[in-house]
């Protein structure tokens, strides 16, 4: 039986199940279930509601459904690249005023139910879609020089400190890890998630060290520890080199092959902070490295470590077969590090002035048209290297 048919049939019977006595009412309605094959409870309450409406669904009206609502939080989420909602909660409070700055001053109720508002009811109003990507191709190649002289990390470090950093590259291949091309270096720390990324022209040692270099200048705390994979970008003698003649002599050690969740941080920040800006497209041209760069240094390095939040474990137990896992606050990787103790006031006044400067949706729209420009030029190229 389709749907026209069940609603013709309930609105024949509902009448005669309204005029019905009690002991009358079971049977009518033990036929009503057979027949359209409901539950006993909701076919009561479709045989108890009004002609021509349908029942209402139990529960206390949403509070949320207002369409002044829905327009801010449809902004904000595409505006944060369409952020989960734990974090879309807790970045609430950094976007907002700058929404007012540009959309005007929102109404005292609406922006309270704004702060008060649960991740289940962004869930339920929002209904993210999730987009599959394809995979991309892996370009690690191992380094076996220096294997024996770099030790593999078995431990964890003292997480209590900031500048305990992972390292990984990303290729801008395309389709074939054939040829030159662009890549991407990140390097994420430990405890504030702090991240930074840089490109460089292939993957070639000096080329690596020259942005780690770059990187670490730009960190608000020093560099106490570099963990990277297996590749031969990292197992070299001129990283060893730049290491052990360092001033602070960072600890560096390696994950073990083939085990990507050692270095799970910055393989999770391969993809919020390489993939999700720049897809899987193939970068072969030369140009395109200080165009990413002018990107990864400035707008990009600015909106993710001051304005987006991140989610940190607190603890993970397991439960007979499955994992049950706590996550603190979630919170920016700048505000971690302002409350970092080990972190000078110096460094920490120079970040406040800095984050005061900023609005997210300022940098969003730099960080448009700066993508424009790159990938405008790999269109360029693409067509180029098909004539030929």
């Not at 292939?202 to 990277?228: A, H």
């Not at 990864?296 to 304005?307: C, D, G, R, T």
């Not at 603890?315 to 920016?332: D, L």
Request: aromatic letters at 10%.
């Amino acid at each position: 039986m389709g749907k026209h048919e069940r609603r013709v049939y309930l609105e024949a019977i509902r009448k005669r199940y309204r005029r019905a006595r009690r002991g009358d009412k079971g049977k009518i309605l033990d036929e009503f279930c057979s027949v359209c094959g409901y539950q006993r409870k909701y076919a009561i309450r479709l045989l108890g509601s009004k002609l021509g409406k349908s029942p209402r669904r139990p529960g206390r009206p949403s509070q949320y459904n207002q369409p002044a609502l829905l327009t801010v939080l449809r902004r904000l989420w595409l505006a944060t690249d369409q952020m989960c909602s734990k974090r879309l909660v807790a970045a609430m409070p950094l976007w907002l005023p700058h929404y007012e700055t540009r959309f005007g001053v929102l109404d005292g109720s609406l922006r309270l139910m704004l702060t008060g508002i649960s991740p289940a009811s962004i869930d339920r109003l929002l209904k993210p879609i999730r987009v599959q990507h394809p995979k991309g191709l892996s370009g690690t190649k191992p380094g076996t020089l220096l294997k024996n002289q770099i030790p593999i990390r078995t431990l964890h470090w003292d997480i209590t400190l900031p500048g305990f950093m992972e390292a990984d590259t990303v290729a801008h291949c395309g389709n074939s890890l054939a040829g030159d091309f662009v890549w991407s270096l990140t390097l994420t720390d430990i405890l504030t998630g702090w991240t930074e990324c840089r490109a460089t022209w292939n993957k070639g040692s000096s080329g690596v060290l020259e942005q780690i270099k770059t990187i670490e200048k730009t960190l608000p705390f020093q560099l106490r520890g570099f963990d990277c994979d297996n590749g031969s970008e990292f197992l070299n003698h001129y990283l060893l080199r730049y290491f052990s003649e360092h001033p602070v002599k960072p600890v560096f050690t390696r994950s073990r092959p083939y085990k990507k969740n050692d270095n799970a941080h910055v393989e999770q920040k391969n993809w919020t902070h390489v993939r999700q800006l720049f897809g899987y497209e193939r970068f072969d041209n030369p140009e395109l490295t200080n165009l990413m760069n002018a990107l990864y240094a400035n707008e990009w390095s600015q909106l993710q470590n001051h304005f987006y939040p991140t989610l940190k474990l607190k603890k993970k137990e397991r439960i007979g077969a499955r994992y049950c896992k706590q996550y603190h606050t979630p919170q920016t990787p700048y505000q971690r590090v302002m409350s970092c103790e080990t972190v000078t006031d110096d460094i920490k006044s120079k970040l406040q002035t800095r984050h005061e400067t900023l609005d997210p949706f300022d940098l969003k729209q730099q960080i448009d048209a700066k993508l424009r420009a790159i990938f405008s030029m790999v269109k360029v190229t693409s067509v180029l290297r098909q004539r030929s």
